[in-house]
């Protein structure tokens, strides 16, 4: 949820880290009602993160490259107990925050960008799958991680299937399955009455995602979820 020209995101996350208090990001987008998220939230401990995160933390090993890191809550964790780790965003306030909150090797970097490197986990929380925008992506995203992903690496990822959002009050889903996969949403950003480009975003119920991997060589295993179909998923090579 970064990819604007204004970055709105980094703007918000800024202003936090020069004056915490209680600053809201408003998320709009094109099949929800707007959301607003205490920025407090992106700034949170370690002691805070949910069972989730703190599943995928453990599971982190190697050279780690954390993408999307955004404040690098994450990549300070890891680094706070030795971990290897590179954070990415390409927010450059995200990027400005990370530094100033310790993050070693935080960079200014898009992900489809990265060349002659390998990384033995790839950490990808937050709606990691995000990042692709749609599902026509797919394949081209796990060309990228064939060609970063060590011989025996991993990619530790989260998202969230939304057809919950689609279901009546009788249990029947309905969803219109001639229209684009219902986990393509259209956010744009709000940060003290300034909105940023909107962007696409991706959520990617688990059968896909199992179905996209198997594709392109790779398993896919669910290793966590929790309430509203998030869940917590690890990919390896076969």
């Known amino acids: 949820m970064k990819n604007n ?18 600053q809201k990001l408003l998320v709009h987008s094109d099949i929800a009602e707007t959301d607003a998220y205490p920025i407090s939230w992106f700034f949170r ?9 703190k599943v995928a933390l453990d ?12 404040t690098g809550i994450h990549s300070l964790a890891l680094q706070n107990n030795n971990h290897n780790v590179t954070a990415i965003d390409i927010s450059e306030g995200a990027v400005e ?6 993050v070693k090797n935080a ?51 989260d998202s969230s299937d939304l057809i919950h959002l689609y279901q009546e009050e009788d249990g029947s889903v309905l969803i219109d399955l001639n229209a684009a996969y219902y986990g393509e949403i259209e956010y744009q950003m709000e ?19 199992q179905a996209e991997a198997d594709k392109a060589g790779f398993n896919a295993v669910k290793i966590f979820e929790e309430e509203n179909l998030h869940y917590l998923a690890k990919i390896t090579r076969k």
């Open 191 to 209: 940060f003290n009455g300034q909105k940023g480009e909107p962007f696409d975003w991706l959520f990617v119920d688990f059968g896909s995602l």
């Open 107 to 157: 960079l200014l970097q898009d992900f489809y960008a990265i060349e002659n490197l390998k990384f033995d986990t790839l950490l990808m929380l937050m709606n990691g799958f995000g990042i692709m925008g749609k599902m026509h992506h797919i394949p081209k995203f796990f060309a990228k991680v064939d060609e970063l992903l060590a011989d025996d690496g991993q990619i530790i990822v």
């Open 97 to 102: 925050c990370m530094t100033k909150s310790g």
């Open 5 to 22: 020209i204004h970055d709105i995101y980094g703007k918000a996350l800024l202003d936090y880290l020069t004056n915490p208090g209680e």
């Open 45 to 53: 401990s370690d002691n805070d993160f949910p069972e989730l995160e």
């Open 59 to 70: 599971l982190c090993r190697g050279q780690i490259l954390d993408v999307g890191a955004g």
